[in-house]
């Protein structure tokens, strides 16, 4: 049951990025539980048209403080989520602005939550954070931590950040640390697990798909159901005394396992491989994380199995199962 004190406090929510892949849903999600009118959505360019067209909707640009909080007085928000982030693949290509996109627009919004224009912040972070010196399996909340990329370096910046903001300021910032995230109603935008969002498009138009990554490459990942349920629980949460950016997990697959979830439905798919830079970046990155932190302060559980979420995709993407 979700506390209604809570909910009043939280009764307008900027999102800062909704036309991510994962700012779309996560809008939408937030319509239902707290109304169209009290979740304002906004981006640098035009969105999803379900988005536009159920609530309030800005043109913004997440890099400049004026812009943010004109739109933060004009709506009386008082809580933002922070989406916006260039992805490993693409950051690889121009790492300097990913840089300067990824950690100026969280210092943005941290100031505004240490100013007291705001009261709470979510901002994600990722599995990226881990490196090849981080246990392959099981990787814990607390462990050694040395990102090869670019976007993994601004990630596990920006948690130290976010950390000491939290410490010296009391700022109530919360962050999960996101897997690969899968859904089929928005398109990736540029990370190295993209692969098993391409996978369906191509398994449903061309019965087949050459992978990016190599058979075996076996990586955390969730339904994007999953990652909207756990952004907004902990959110919610008033269990939270410290700031922790969390572990959150559902499975581990890998490119050949996936395929043969998806045969199960469309029998003559293949897949074939063809590795690229995205590989050197995947052999950086866990096999599986341990989340049993965020289970124990927020009462986190997944709730999609692989069948469920293959079955899911091929539906969602109008090939009946």
């Not at 939408?28 to 959505?41: E, F, P, S």
């Not at 830079?277 to 709730?303: F, H, L, Y």
Request: aromatic content about 10%; overall charge positive.
């Amino acid at each position: 049951m979700r506390d209604l004190n809570l909910i009043t406090m939280a009764s307008k929510i900027l999102i800062i990025g909704s036309s991510g892949q994962i700012g779309t849903e996560l809008v939408l999600k937030l319509r239902q539980i707290y109304g169209n009118d009290h979740i304002i959505a906004s981006d640098i360019r035009v969105g999803n048209y379900e988005v536009m067209k159920s609530g309030p909707f800005e043109i913004l640009d997440a890099t400049k403080k004026e812009d943010v909080l004109k739109v933060i007085k004009k709506h009386n928000v008082n809580q933002v989520y922070l989406m916006v982030a260039m992805l490993s693949a693409i950051a690889e290509k121009i790492p300097k602005k990913a840089w300067e996109l990824n950690m100026s627009t969280l210092f943005l919004a941290l100031d505004l939550a240490k100013e007291r224009i705001i009261n709470r912040v979510f901002w994600p972070s990722s599995i990226a954070v881990f490196g090849p010196s981080s246990p392959k399996t099981n990787t814990p909340q607390h462990t050694i931590m040395n990102p090869t990329t670019v976007y993994g370096i601004s990630k596990l910046a920006g948690e130290n950040w976010c950390e000491y903001y939290h410490n010296k300021f009391g700022v109530d910032v919360r962050s999960v640390r996101y897997p690969g995230i899968i859904s089929y109603k928005t398109i990736p935008g540029g990370g190295t697990t993209d692969y098993a969002v391409q996978i369906f498009h191509e398994a449903i138009k061309n019965k087949s798909y050459t992978s990016f990554l190599n058979a075996d490459t076996t990586l955390p990942m969730m339904y994007m159901d999953d990652a909207i349920d756990a952004t907004i629980q902990l959110m919610e949460s008033n269990n939270i005394s410290k700031y922790e950016s969390y572990n959150i997990a559902a499975m581990s697959f890998s490119p050949k396992v996936l395929s043969r979830a998806i045969q199960k439905y469309i029998p003559n798919f293949i897949i074939k491989y063809e590795d690229d830079t995205r590989q050197e970046i995947a052999n950086t990155w866990p096999q599986s994380v341990d989340d049993k932190q965020a289970c124990k302060d927020w009462g986190w559980n997944s709730k999609v199995s692989l069948d469920q979420l293959v079955r899911s995709m091929l539906n969602g993407l109008n090939y009946k199962v």
